[in-house]
């Protein structure tokens, strides 16, 4: 679940057991009282899984498909080998008519009470793919820091190489 969704167990619970009303839990949720009994209604039949946004895990339908993603590493061994980060961008769009952008790599750290009251709050630091979706590396740590970053770059950076582009955002005080 993403950071938006990853209370909302707790608010629905809350719901059900009578200890605040579907206004107050939509009001957290910044949702519609309709929205919030909808949640309700999904967490009765499927529980907390139930609440994850329906998309989470597919992959991307602008994801670029294998046969042109393999065309374009046979271009990049083949043609175009030893061309720098710059021209391997400029080449295949101006001469293959290859319409790609780079691929990035958001990174962000988020602290929340990822375990609803039973332990400490902390912070996790992730990177995900944002061709694919997939979570490429997650770090925790006690409170958002250079070292979790790090620690999180160099889990990237291992089994999956260096980025051709980064982004990064800032969250919280």
């Known amino acids: 679940m ?4 990853a209370f909302r167990p707790g608010l629905v619970r809350a ?4 200890r605040i009303t ?9 949702l519609s009282v ?4 909808r949640l309700r209604a999904v967490f009765r039949d ?9 998309n989470r895990g597919q992959p991307s339908p602008r994801r670029t498909s294998n046969e042109e993603r393999q065309r ?10 030893g061309f720098n980060d710059g021209h391997l961008t400029e080449k295949p769009q101006g001469v293959e008519k290859i319409l790609r952008s780079r691929e990035l790599v958001p990174i962000d750290g988020s602290t929340h009470d990822w375990l609803e009251g039973r332990g400490p709050a902390f912070t996790l630091v992730g990177g995900i793919d944002d061709a694919t979706g ?14 979790g970053y790090l620690t999180m770059l160099g889990m990237v950076l291992g ?12 969250s919280g005080p």
């Open 159 to 170: 089994p999956h190489g260096r980025p051709l582009a980064s982004t990064a955002t800032a």
């Open 46 to 54: 499927q529980g907390a899984q139930g609440l994850a946004h329906g």
């Open 34 to 37: 309709r929205q919030f009994r």
């Open 72 to 81: 374009i590493v046979n271009l990049m061994m083949e043609k175009y080998a």
């Open 22 to 30: 579907n206004a107050e839990g939509a009001l957290a949720a910044k």
């Open 2 to 5: 993403g950071q938006k969704e």
């Open 134 to 147: 997939k979570i490429l590396a997650l770090a925790v740590r006690g409170h958002e820091d250079l070292h």
């Open 15 to 18: 719901a059900e057991q009578g």
